[in-house]
Each structure stands twice: as C-alpha cells, then as structure tokens.
C-alpha cells in the first residue's frame, strides 16, 4: 500500500478535562472512502476537526508524509487548502449562496472563468443553481445542507472531510449523491474521510469503517469485517449485532468451532480453543425465521425453536424478538412478516449458518 | 495713517506668533480687526488663543506663549516681578459695571461707589454669582471685596462658576443675581439677559489691558521679534485709532479705550 | 510631563487627605452620569430593540435619527435644554437651570441614542431564526424580549458602558446647563475646565486622572461581568 | 371522528413572489401522529410553523375548533402555550443545558420542586442528565439535537410539531427513541406533527402521511394508502416506488384488471375500465427476484424473464435493475444477493402480486 | 424659543449666501473628524477584532482600558495632547500645537476607544464556529478577519459612527488642542462655544444646526449602507 495521506500518532483531545478523542493510530490511504460510525458525543466530530487542523491536539500528524502542525495556525493553511470540510451544521455566510459557493475558490486565488465555470457546474450538480442570488437566511435545511456540500466539492480538494453530510437530504436527491459521490470518486483519486449514523450510507460508501467509542476507535477495518467481526461486545452493539450470545467453546475442529449457549449448541468458524469464554454475535438481518407447526421441534443445529415474544415495526422491516430459551432479535421484511401472519405468540424457527456467528473471546 | 502702511518688505524668519488672551478681547471681535492689520504689516501670523487671564499668565509663564494680552494688574506685577516677562505696555481699558436683577433686592442702583455696593450686597445676603475662575475679571472682584472687608468666598449667596463671563451672566441672570462683569460682554449679551446695569463709574471698576512680551529665556523656541513687533503694533496709533472707535457701529458707543503711552 | 508627575502626586494628596470638596465632586459625578445612564437605558434599551425588531414605514428614518443622536454635539444639546429652561423658556417655570435635575436631563440626551444605537446594532446580529424559537418556547412578547436581550448581553453591557462613558467624561452641556456652580453642580469635568482656565493644569491633571479612574472602576466592573457570563 | 385538534382551510404563504404553501385543507386529528414527508424545499418546514403559530399565512385556522390568528401575535399565546416544537436546526439559548430545558416551563409559570423533577426526568429521558451544566455551545451535534427535544417534551404539551427530530441522533438512541415515543403516545393523548426524510422512521410512527410536493399536499392518507396507493406518479416516485410502467388497461373483471405494458400483461387489483391509459406503480421492495437457468422462459403472469441490468448498494439491501423488456426495479438484502451470487448479466426471474401493483389513471 | 427660529433662519442664510467661512468652518470639521474616524477604524477595527477572538493573560485589563477609553473626558486628552505638543513636552519640536493635524490626534484618541469596543462586542456576538469554518473553507488568518469583519458589518457601520459622531461633535479637546484659531483651527464646534460665549446665541444655534444636518447626513448615508446590506 502507498503512503497514507494522512498519518496521526497518540491524538488527543481533552475538553473540560475529559479526554474526548484519545487515537494512538490511525491511517487514512490515499483515495480510500473511511466511514466513522459511533454514538453521539463519541468524538467524531473531534476526530475530523482535528484531521482538518482546525483543533489543536496532543500528538503528531503528518499530511502526505510531511508534518503538520496541529495548532490550527499559519504553518497548516497550506495543508488546509488541498482539503475541504462539510460540516454537521452548516454555518453560511451572510452573503449570497453563490458568494458562498465561490468563497474557498476565491480564497485560493481563483479567478475569472475557471471561477465560473466550476461554480456553475457544482451549483447544478446539488440542484441549487436557482438559489444563487439567495441568502442563506431564507434557504430551507436541506437547501443549506446543499450549498454546505456545494462549498466544500467545488474546491474539488483531495481530501474530503464530511460530517454527515446527507442528514437533511431527502431520500431521492441522498440516493443520487451517493451514486454520483461513488462516481466522482472513482474517477478522481479522492480521499474521503466521512462521519454518518446512517448504517447504509456506511455500507455503501465505506472501504473501511472505523467504530468510535468514547474518543477511542474501537475498531477499524474493512466494512465487511468490521459487520462481520465485531471486535468487542460494545462494537458489536453499536453496528446493530443485537444478538451477544453468553457462551462458552466446547470443541473445535478445522476452524469450526461448537459453543454453549443456554445449553444448546451452535456451531461458528473460529480458531478458539475449547473452554474459551466467548460472546456469539449474529447480525438479525443473517437470521431467517420460518413459521413452524406447533409442538414441531427441529435438532440440527443452528436451528432453533421458539416462539415471537415481540414485534417493533421500523418501517420496510420488522423486528422480530424470538424466544428461543434465550431472546435473538430477528429482522424480517414487512412484506414477508405479513405473509406469514406473524404476531406475537407465534410459533417459529430460526436459522442462520455457522459464517453468520461470529466468536469474541471475553474476559 | 499708518493703517495704510505698506506690507513687510521681508517675510520675517519665524512668522508664527502665539498670544495668549484674554477672551473678552477676542469674543467682543477687536482681535479679528487687528490682528490681520498686524499681520497685513508685518508677515507675522499670529496664533490668538484665548484663555483667562490666569491660563495665559501659566502658559507665559513656562514659556508657551510668546506674547499675552491680560487685564489682571496685580498678577501682572507679580509676573513682571518674577521675570517671566520683559515688556510691559499699558494698551487700552475699559471698565466694569456690577449688574442685577431689575428689583435690587440689595439696592445698589445708582451707586457709584463699588466698595458700598458690595457691602451693601453682603449685607442683605443677595445672590452674588462669581466667575471665580482666576481671570483678569476674577481676580479684579476677588480684589474689590477685599478692600470693602468682606470675605464672600464660602458664604452661601455668594456663588461661584469658575467659567467665563458670558457663561456666569446667564447664570446671574436665571438666579436673579448680582454679578460683576466687563460692559463689552454685558453689551453683547445684553438682549438675552435679565439684568441691568446698576452700579458704575467708580474709578476702581477700570479695567486695564496690558500686553507683556514673554521673556525669551524661558525657552529657546520662543518667538521674541514677533512678540516684540506685535507689542509695538498694539500701541501704534494706527492701532490705537482702531480700539477706540471699535463697537461704535453697533452699540453705539465705544467698547475700549485706547491708553497708550498713559501714565498706570 | 512634570506636570503629569505633579498632577498625580496632587490626586493622590486629594484623594488620601480625604479632601471632603473632591469626594462631593465625584460624588456628584458618579450621581449625575450614573442616573442619566440609568435613564437612557430604561429608554434606550426598548427603543433598540423595537428597532431592530419591527419593520414599519420610516423605521429607516428614526434609525438616521438615532445614529444622528450619537453625533448630538454636547454644547448643542447644552444650548438647547438652557433655551428651553431658561424662564422665559417654555419650562421655564421648573425652575431647574443650574441644577443636577437639568444635568441629568442634558446627559440623557447625551447618552440615550448611544445606548439606542448599540442595542440596535446588538439586538440585529442575532439569528432571525431566535425569536421563532422563543415565540415556540411559549414565550409572550415581553418575555421574548427579555429572552432575546439576554441573548445580546455581551453587547449591551458594552452600550451601557458607552453610555455612562460618553456622559461622565462630557463637558460642554454639564457647564452649560449646571453652571459649574461650586457645591451644587460643578463635576469633575467642569472642574477640570474651570482649573485649566485658572491656569492649575496641576489640579487639572489630578482630577482628570482621578475621572479617569473612576471610569476605569467602572468599565473594569462592567468588562467582568461581561467576559464572566461568556465561557470559553 | 371527534373534531380535529388543528384545521387550516385555504392555507398559503408566499416567500419572495412564490408561493412556498398552498394548502385547501388540512385536518390534525386528535391523538394521532400524521408524519409530513417530500422533497426538499417542498414547503414542510413552513407548513408546521404556520401551524404552530409563528409564521403567517393567508387562510384560516382553528384549534380545537377555536378560531385562531395566523399572525404570530398575542392572541397565539394561548395555543402556543399548548404545543411545543422541535426545529430542524436546534437553536438553543446561551445559557446552561438545564436552563434551556427548563426555559419552556418558566415561561408557562411552572415553578419550584414540580419544575425540577420534570427538567430531571426529561434530561434523564434523554440521556443528557450529564451535561446540564454545560454551555450549548459545547455539544455535539446528537447531544444538542438531544437538549431542543428534551426542551420540546418537557411541556408535556397537547400537540408536538417535531421538524426531523431524531436527524443526528446515533441508530441504537433513534430506535430508542422511537420506541419512547411510541408508548408514550399510546399513554397520552398528544397529537404529533412529524417532518422527516427517513421512510423507516414514517412507516413505524405514522397514522397518517401526508405528502408535500412543491407547497402542496399531494396526497395525504392512512400510511399504507400512501404507500401502496400512490395517487400520482410524482408522490410514487418520490416515496421510492420506482417502477411506474406506463400500460393500457386491456380487461377487467371483478376487481382485476389485466394492463398492457410493452407487450407483457400484467394483473392488477382495480376497477379502472377497459382502454383507460394507466401507470402501474409497483414498489422494488414487493417484487422477488430468483435466478434462471439460461434460456428458461416463463409465461407466468406477473412473472417476468429478464437479466440484471445494474446493482447498486444500498447498504444492507441491494438496488438491482432488471431488464424485462422494460426496467424494472428490484430490492433484495445483500445477503441474498450474496447467495444468489447475483452480477450484472445474471439471468433472473421477477414475481409480483396482483396486489402489489398499484394503478394510477393518466391523462 | 424665538432664539432657535432666528438660529433656524441664520442657518439657512448662511448656507444659501454661500458665507465663504462657514463652508470652510464645515470642510474643517469633516476634514479633521473624518480623518480621525478613518484612523480609528484603521487601530479600532484589528485590535478590537484580537480582543474579541483570541484569549491571553491580562486581556481582561485590555478590555477594560479599552472600555474606559470610551469614557476618556476630551478636556483631559486635549490637556495631555497639549502638555505633549508644547514647546517643553517632549513633542514640541513637532511644531504641531494648534494646527488641525493636533485635533486629528486627539480626536483619534477620543474615537479609537469606542471603535474598538464596538468592533469588540460584535465580534464576539458571532458564533465561534463561524471561524473554525472560514478556516475550513481554506482561508489564511488575514482572509478569515476579513470575512469575520463582513459578517459583523451591521455593528462595524454603528462603530463607525459612534466614532464620527463622537468627534465631530467634541469641542474640548479641539478648543485646548487647536485653539479655535480663526481660519485656521476653528471648527464648528469651536465656533459654537465661541459664539455662545459672546452671547451670539442665534449664530451659535445656526452653527449647531448646521452640525446637526452633517452629522445627519452622515448617519443616513451609513443607515443605508447598513440596512440594505441586510435583506429582512
Ligand atoms: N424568505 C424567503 N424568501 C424566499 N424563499 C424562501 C424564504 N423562506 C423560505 N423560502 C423557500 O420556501 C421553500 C420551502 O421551505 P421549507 O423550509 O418549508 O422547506 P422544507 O420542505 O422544510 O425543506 P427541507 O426538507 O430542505 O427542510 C424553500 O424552497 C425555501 O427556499
Ligand atoms: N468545549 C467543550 N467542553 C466540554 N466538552 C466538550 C466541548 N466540546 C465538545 N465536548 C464534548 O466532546 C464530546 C465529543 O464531541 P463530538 O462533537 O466530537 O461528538 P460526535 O461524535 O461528533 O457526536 P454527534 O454524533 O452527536 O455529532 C461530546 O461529548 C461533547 O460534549
Ligand atoms: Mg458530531
Ligand atoms: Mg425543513
């Protein structure tokens, strides 16, 4: 792999003396799509300003292997010029949208009709142009989040710092930005570094995905492993792995692994040696869920009898809580929830495969 | 006459000139008839800044001023005496009349005798308005209740405002006071105010100018010829012809009085 | 400068011997300026807020008006209220020339359209969107102003600062409408004056330097409450 | 049906010479949670402010069958009073976390022990209880969106008009939260006003939705009326139904109706006559996706031969177009897409229901 | 009252004659105080802008002089320009003593305090993320006080009046400093004090309206400026 772009060693931030952002390492390649998910107030924020040499932090940064200051004074414009920031609010100018579209073109000495052009391209690409003459006072919320993204894209930077940047889009127009951002992306070698809490946008976008736990990167990998893999219970959670199985490893044989739970078995691909402890992780949307008669009980294993202690409804899906001896959240389309007349009560069996359970050994 | 003298016929080498003076000779409007005469004659120009007696003295005294026109003979002297100045000519007066409300309560009217007038003020406890700021004026009525024996400062009627003449007969006026003041700023006032003039024509209500040429050691960026030529301009006849004749056009009568060359 | 030397030697002997005339004078002073700032933001505060606030026909003119007011030359305004008290003025009958009554009158003049004027400027730089939010909050118009002028403190301390500033440091319309008459109206500015005039540029310098630090009292009083209610 | 809460009759708003709102009728039930979804721009935000009486509009307006001036004066205070509302954009006060919560209270008058147990129990509710003392100008993005709905609920008030209120909350706190809400408005009797982009969050929470398109209310419905029934091509594309076939009804008969598109007959559930031009809506999320061995053919109705044209990931559903003669939209989970082994080129075979197709005349 | 309509009329006259000297009386004033602002605005501006953004130790003090500058009495720092400017201050070689480059120092005096603390309090007034996200936008220091100072134009246009107003209408420290020489100090102000003092009332009413029309003028053309750059 090339050199990172960005290279930060024991990043630290304290505010009012807790320690919001504390990241011993992290590495952003060169061209590469980095989603940050974490809860609220975990340091996401933090991290990307930081990134952004607008927060003065403890620890070294270095930008395409040169050094950077992290005070965010004269020595970092250079390096603050070849980015660009979308930020969570976006804070407008009190000029006009155009103006405000041509302001960090104008402040890196762009002129004349190179100036035009590119503003009148990025205007139409996030569908503002006939906002131009407007003050952003007047603009609704996702009018503004579009001049937000329209000010940092038009700089066309090489490093994209976006914090969420589609929160106020409606859906179509998200849709579109996404299948364009990808595009563009493609194209140009573009390094993007993006906070979200929307799970799909991450999953869309990401090559790698790093999950932010108070002002700790809990884990940062491949977006597959990281949904796959989860390092630990709390990461887990947080990417929705509602399903942490308390178990223990009884054998072990060829990479499969065959754990306890609740005294049944499942069987999981892992290297643990039996006797370890270990939490199981299933993803809901890995489980299937079939009716089954009632009294019907099923013996192989990773499949499970129980019955719908409860229904949520989230829209396009349900999610089904089955008992099972033990509860295992199950997400099921709301298309196939009503075919089967499922409601609470109902008797079901639940399925997944030995790749879908994922071993965290604890302590 | 010498008014029609002809222009300096060389520029001198350091033409400007501060006079310190006193306001009363600039606010009735003689300066701006004279001092472009002066400076028509000789080149000088001539920076008036006018102040009370006792500020122009100060500035005199540490040599900020190259020349002082004051009407305050006492402190003059002292002046004089001290060696802060080396020239003193006597140019013109004028004089002071003490003022009242039209009902005398005090009943001075027609006095001629200052010092009774003032004793009869203090005796029946009448509002007397002081300008009490140290000036040629001041220091005059200061000098007057001294000789009638009274101490005014400090007494509940007597009032003092430690500004200007035009500034203390306003304030005379709204308080139905007694005041002493110079007839030319009474004159010019004299529309707006309700107070009369009640005691004058005592010879110790003259007021007396005087222009003093400011010793030149006092500093070695101090102006001496132009002090010296604008000293002798004050006493010219040419000058003198134009102080007595100033005020005549408006109030009918004469404002000043010119005095050169006249014993103290 | 020895003069400056003398003057601080001499305000220092005034204010230690405990001079009883100079505390009566700052006294004063401190009254006069004090309650004309008070007035001025009892009328000022409002009338900005109105102003920045509501859009209504003339609104331009009264804001001109207001801007204009910062630029009332202290002599006219002192000319102006002595016409009007004079007795043959039309309040004549107030008998309120040369006293602290008209000194307070003359100063509000003074100082209300500067109080006017930065409220104005304060209360327009917050976010439109503010006063939706506390209408949304429940809030009657009273106490959305209250809410909104709360939101502007940090400028407002700064306007009754500029107020209390432009007023106790003020000459022109003090001697005009007080006299400077000794023990009832003269202040630390007509003092000045009148010390200067007799040529005491020493006592002059003292009691300028004795104003300056009681403004200095003041702004340093005013300047912590404004940094403190600002975090970082 | 008991009288509406809120009814506005020809409600408009004009900004700038355009009309953003133009509303004939509107009715707010009593207890019920209509969510208003659209476009950006499309008027939403304007319309919950002329409704929570803070934004003038040309019509007329009654609450709880009370006249009320549309001018946000004095007369309003009283309705204020009695809803609350949470802005896209939280715009909080600059004072302390806990003042801001409590702010609503004050100005109603409460006052003392009752005052600060709710404040407590609402910052609690929230998850803010940590931050009271803090400065607003200190938090996060999740955290200060967490404060203006905390200072939103803690009135308790009888109508909630909430502007994209869960926007920056992290997933686990959204469904959380959606959840809260849930019982706490089967609980009480509030009525809630809801503007959102996100499709889940309108089909957990919604009675009714209601559909705002350039100032208008195109369509507005019982939620699985909108969702099923889009009333016109423009309300179906925007809440993502993306197939909307252009056909002829060829027959009809008993509430079914056999439609011509390109060729292909398709069946219906309508009652639209023979020969009436039609468009047939049909969501991607209703139709299934199967592979085909090469070359298999079906005649099936409603089941369609064809071969992916395109994927597009969408997270943890994938976006497949299928072309069938005509392009068709398809949603499958990633996971089955995975199994299927699905590429563009793939031989696929398309089913829908009758039900599942959704006819719209057009002119 | 008759004194105000005899001034009203004067006025008139002495603008309709074309009274060569009264224009010039006019071209002074603006001359001199519009100097001064300019060069306040030059001081003002940037140190209020650093006061307002950046923290250090004893910024509090800073502040507090700075507020106390607003209420710097003219006759005292016409006193201190004077002592300078003399003969034996330390700047008499400058020769500078009653001529109006004098005024324009110390009116620069008088004006900078209030410049800055305006320009202080609305720079604060901004939301402290606007400059995090000007930097973002790839601005150096000096852009980003540039576009600080755009977004704080309404209060800066006050600011800058408060600065004209307040020394075009000051006469004490003109008078001490300039000495109301006629012809060549005398400024409207000035003239005023001096028509007041012999008692010309009508004249003085006649030079304050005048005043009053300029500063008016002025405070229009500014009200314009700042209200139109604001779309409601
Ligand atoms: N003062 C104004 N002048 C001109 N147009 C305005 C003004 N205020 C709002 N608008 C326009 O009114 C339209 C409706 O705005 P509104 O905020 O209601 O949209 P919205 O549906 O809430 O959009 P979003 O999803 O982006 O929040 C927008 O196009 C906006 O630009
Ligand atoms: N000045 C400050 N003083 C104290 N705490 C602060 C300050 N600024 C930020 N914080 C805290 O730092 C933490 C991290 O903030 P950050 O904005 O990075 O969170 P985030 O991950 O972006 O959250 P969100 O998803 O809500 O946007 C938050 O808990 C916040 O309250
Ligand atoms: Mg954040
Ligand atoms: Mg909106």
Redesign the pocket.
């Known amino acids: 792999m090339s050199q990172p772009i960005i290279e930060g060693h024991d990043l630290q931030v304290v ?2 003396g ?1 320690k ?1 952002l504390d990241v011993p390492y992290l590495a952003v390649e060169q061209g590469e799509v980095l989603v940050i998910v ?1 809860p ?8 990307l300003q930081v990134l952004a040499l607008l927060l003065p932090a403890a620890g070294r940064l270095t930008f395409a292997g040169e050094a950077v200051n992290t005070r965010p004074d004269k020595s970092g414009l250079h390096f603050r010029r070849r980015m660009a920031v979308v930020f ?1 609010e976006p804070l407008l100018l009190d000029t006009s949208v155009r103006e405000n579209v041509a302001t960090g073109l104008k402040l890196r000495g762009t002129r004349g009709h190179d100036l035009e052009r590119r503003i009148s391209l990025w205007l139409e690409r996030f569908g503002i142009a006939h906002l131009a003459a407007r003050s952003p006072r007047t603009l609704s919320g996702g009018e503004a989040q579009r001049v937000s993204l329209a000010r940092a894209f038009v700089v066309e930077p090489e490093v994209l710092l976006l914090d969420e940047p589609f929160a106020s889009l409606d859906l179509p127009t998200r849709y579109a930005l996404m299948g364009d951002l990808k595009s563009v992306l493609a194209r140009t070698s573009t390094t993007v570094v993006l ?1 979200t ?1 929307d799970r799909d946008e991450a999953l869309a976008l990401a090559d790698r995905v790093g999950v ?1 736990l108070s002002g700790r990167l809990a884990q940062i990998d491949r977006t597959e492993a990281v949904f796959r893999s989860p390092a630990s219970e709390e990461v887990a959670a947080f990417i929705g792995v509602e399903n942490v199985l308390r178990g223990k490893v009884a054998s072990q044989q060829g990479g499969l692994a065959w754990v306890v739970v609740e005294g049944r078995i499942l069987e999981a691909v892992s290297e643990l040696a039996p006797d370890t402890p270990v939490l199981a992780c299933v993803r809901p949307e890995d489980i299937t869920l079939s009716l089954r008669r009632a009294g019907e009980t099923t013996s192989a294993r990773n499949r499970l009898a129980g019955h719908v202690a409860r229904i949520d409804d989230r829209g396009s899906q349900w999610r089904v809580v089955v008992d099972c001896g033990f509860p295992l959240v199950v997400l099921i389309t709301r298309q196939s929830g009503h075919e089967m007349g499922l409601a609470p009560g109902s008797e079901v069996a639940v399925a997944f495969k030995a790749t879908a359970a994922h071993l965290i050994p604890r302590a | 006459t010498s008014t029609q003298l002809s222009p300096a016929a060389t520029p001198p080498a350091n033409p400007e000139l501060v006079l310190a003076t006193t306001t009363s000779t600039q606010d009735s409007g003689l300066l701006d008839v004279l001092i472009p005469m002066f400076e028509k004659q000789t080149g000088y120009r001539v920076k008036p800044i006018a102040v009370g007696s006792g500020q122009a003295m100060a500035m005199g005294e540490r040599g900020e001023a190259d020349v002082l026109l004051a009407h305050a003979p006492d402190s003059e002297v002292k002046f004089m005496a001290g060696g802060h100045g080396v020239d003193r000519k006597l140019v013109m007066h004028n004089d002071f009349v003490l003022v009242g409300p039209g009902g005398d309560p005090a009943g001075i009217a027609g006095l001629t005798v200052a010092k009774e007038a003032f004793t009869k003020i203090a005796g029946s406890k009448s509002l007397f308005v002081s300008r009490g700021d140290n000036s040629g004026t001041d220091q005059w009525e200061k000098k007057l209740w001294r000789e009638a024996g009274i101490t005014a400062k400090g007494q509940p009627w007597y009032l003092e405002t430690g500004q200007g003449m035009g500034l203390t007969l306003n304030v005379a006026s709204e308080k139905a006071a007694y005041t002493m003041t110079d007839r030319g700023t009474y004159l010019a006032m004299r529309q707006h105010l309700h107070l009369d003039i009640l005691t004058e024509g005592d010879k110790s209500l003259l007021n007396v100018y005087h222009i003093i040429v400011v010793n030149p050691n006092k500093s070695d960026r101090i102006n001496h010829a132009g002090a010296q030529a604008l000293s002798a301009f004050m006493v010219s006849p040419g000058a003198q012809q134009v102080i007595g004749e100033f005020g005549i056009a408006k109030f009918g009568q004469p404002l000043f009085f010119p005095d050169a060359g006249k014993p103290e | 400068m020895d003069l400056v030397w003398d003057g601080i030697a001499q305000a220092f002997w005034l204010l230690v011997r405990g001079d009883r005339e100079t505390y009566q004078v700052i006294l004063r002073s401190t009254q006069v300026s004090g309650m004309a700032t008070v007035l001025s933001v009892l009328v000022g505060v409002p009338l900005g807020t109105l102003l920045g606030l509501s859009r209504f026909p003339g609104r331009n003119v009264l804001i001109a008006l207001v801007n204009m007011g910062m630029g009332l030359p202290p002599v006219v305004v002192g000319l102006l209220v002595v016409i009007t008290l004079w007795r043959s003025g039309p309040l004549g009958g107030l008998h309120m020339l040369y006293t602290p009554q008209a000194m307070i009158a003359a100063q509000f003049v003074l100082a209300f359209p500067l109080v006017t004027a930065f409220t104005l400027a304060s209360v327009q730089q917050l976010n439109p969107k503010l006063r939706t939010q506390i209408l949304a909050l429940g809030a009657s118009r009273w106490q959305m102003l209250l809410l909104l002028l709360r939101e502007a403190r940090l400028p407002l301390l700064a306007a009754v600062m500029a107020g209390f500033g432009a007023v106790i440091s003020e000459v022109g319309a003090s001697l005009m409408v007080g006299g400077n008459i000794r023990g009832l109206t003269n202040v630390l500015t007509t003092d000045i004056v009148s010390a200067t005039g007799r040529g005491d540029f020493a006592r002059a310098i003292a009691l300028g330097i004795i104003l300056l630090a009681l403004v200095y009292a003041a702004s340093l009083a005013i300047t912590t409450i404004q940094q403190r209610t600002r975090p970082s």
Chains 1, 4 share one sequence.
Request: aromatic share 6%; charged share 10%.
């Open positions: 505010f009012g807790r919001v974490g609220n107030g975990s340091g996401k924020s933090t991290l969570q906070v809490h932010m």
